[in-house]
């Protein structure tokens, strides 16, 4: 896409030219690589073929990426990621225009490493669809139905906006199907018994395949381990959600994860259930988080999806060293 007309710069004209004459000579590079690669296959050079393979994809990317044209597509949100030079450049943007810098950011910020997991390297673009915040006079008054859109990584939410499961997005950058398990984790729930806190798994989803072009929102049947809404307790201070899309073991080969009854989910420890089932969130996969805190909507929630009595939580009152001398008389 020419920001300006031919002839209107000449300077220019010939610098894209020079751009043009460059990817022509890369592409006769590729031709040459391509003929190589076909020979080194039929003859079962594994080594040889992998090294060219390589190389193919080196040069396929260089003969396109400085095009003008690529060049604006990738900017404007109309990369088309199944060729490889839109895949890497719209790789490059999430990785240097500050997006991942901003969810590692909030996520080493709020302590979700080391608290949760003890590393943790995304590979790509998670995004989380919400309904929109809105007040109780412009839905009341409006009758308008909250719009959903994508959230900030960190931001405060309302438990009304998570009563329902969001929408997950990815743009992700490998060609291939690859496996991998969602959960959502709150770190934050009150452990009485050992006067700290623990973690309760709010959804799972394992064997999510995932790919340059996957479906999005991704599909989730909900099936495995059914979502439940994030509910703060009262009287404790805010509570960090985490969403992970974790890559398995194996890339190919599904998994076998019994559903974690509604029991179970209190007190769930990843780093052993990751472990166990061969998750490494340090070799790749998504992130997202926010927060939350109580308010009204949990009493609702705890009333009519967990069908249980809500607690209370506060602070131990403290000890009155003068409680003794305040009940007897001054003077005798």
């Given at each position: 896409?020419?920001?300006?007309?031919?002839?209107?710069?000449?300077?220019?004209?010939?610098?894209?030219?020079?751009?043009?004459?460059?990817?022509?000579?890369?592409?006769?590079?590729?031709?040459?690589?391509?003929?190589?690669?076909?020979?080194?296959?039929?003859?079962?050079?594994?080594?040889?073929?992998?090294?060219?393979?390589?190389?193919?994809?080196?040069?396929?990317?260089?003969?396109?990426?400085?095009?003008?044209?690529?060049?604006?597509?990738?900017?404007?949100?109309?990369?088309?990621?199944?060729?490889?030079?839109?895949?890497?450049?719209?790789?490059?943007?999430?990785?240097?225009?500050?997006?991942?810098?901003?969810?590692?950011?909030?996520?080493?910020?709020?302590?979700?490493?080391?608290?949760?997991?003890?590393?943790?390297?995304?590979?790509?673009?998670?995004?989380?669809?919400?309904?929109?915040?809105?007040?109780?006079?412009?839905?009341?008054?409006?009758?308008?139905?909250a719009k959903v859109e994508k959230m900030e990584p960190g931001v405060f939410?309302?438990?009304?906006?998570?009563?329902?499961?969001?929408?997950?997005?990815?743009?992700?950058?490998?060609?291939?199907?690859?496996?991998?398990?969602?959960?959502?984790?709150?770190?934050?729930?009150?452990?009485?018994?050992?006067?700290?806190?623990?973690?309760?798994?709010?959804?799972?989803?394992?064997?999510?395949?995932?790919?340059?072009?996957?479906?999005?929102?991704?599909?989730?049947?909900?099936?495995?381990?059914?979502?439940?809404?994030?509910?703060?307790?009262?009287?404790?201070?805010?509570?960090?959600?985490?969403?992970?899309?974790?890559?398995?073991?194996?890339?190919?080969?599904?998994?076998?994860?019994?559903?974690?009854?509604?029991?179970?989910?209190?007190?769930?420890?990843?780093?052993?259930?990751?472990?166990?089932?061969?998750?490494?969130?340090?070799?790749?996969?998504?992130?997202?988080?926010?927060?939350?805190?109580?308010?009204?909507?949990?009493?609702?929630?705890?009333?009519?999806?967990?069908?249980?009595?809500?607690?209370?939580?506060?602070?131990?009152?403290?000890?009155?060293?003068?409680?003794?001398?305040?009940?007897?008389?001054?003077?005798?």
């Amino acid at each position: 896409m020419r920001p300006i007309g031919v002839g209107v710069l000449p300077v220019y004209d010939r610098a894209l030219e020079y751009i043009k004459q460059d990817s022509e000579t890369l592409k006769r590079q590729l031709a040459s690589v391509n003929t190589q690669l076909q020979k080194a296959a039929e003859n079962t050079n594994v080594e040889e073929v992998e090294k060219l393979k390589k190389r193919a994809q080196i040069l396929e990317v260089q003969s396109e990426i400085n095009l003008p044209s690529v060049r604006w597509k990738a900017r404007n949100g109309l990369a088309d990621l199944s060729q490889p030079v839109y895949r890497h450049l719209v790789e490059q943007k999430w990785r240097e225009d500050g997006a991942l810098d901003l969810v590692m950011e909030r996520v080493h910020q709020m302590n979700v490493v080391p608290d949760l997991l003890g590393e943790l390297h995304p590979s790509f673009d998670l995004r989380v669809n919400f309904p929109e915040r809105l007040s109780d006079e412009i839905r009341m008054r409006n009758r308008t139905k909250a719009k959903v859109e994508k959230m900030e990584p960190g931001v405060f939410l309302l438990p009304e906006q998570t009563r329902k499961p969001p929408a997950l997005y990815t743009t992700v950058f490998h060609e291939e199907p690859r496996l991998y398990t969602m959960l959502m984790v709150d770190l934050d729930v009150p452990n009485p018994e050992h006067q700290g806190f623990q973690s309760y798994l709010h959804w799972m989803h394992p064997n999510i395949t995932l790919h340059a072009f996957s479906q999005n929102p991704v599909p989730l049947t909900g099936t495995h381990t059914p979502y439940v809404p994030p509910h703060p307790q009262r009287g404790t201070p805010y509570h960090r959600y985490v969403l992970l899309l974790v890559p398995q073991a194996s890339p190919t080969e599904r998994i076998k994860i019994p559903a974690i009854s509604m029991e179970q989910r209190l007190g769930f420890d990843y780093r052993a259930f990751a472990a166990n089932h061969g998750l490494d969130a340090s070799k790749g996969g998504g992130v997202f988080m926010w927060r939350e805190v109580w308010d009204e909507t949990v009493s609702r929630i705890h009333a009519e999806t967990l069908k249980t009595e809500e607690p209370v939580f506060g602070r131990m009152p403290k000890e009155d060293l003068y409680a003794v001398f305040k009940t007897t008389k001054r003077y005798h």
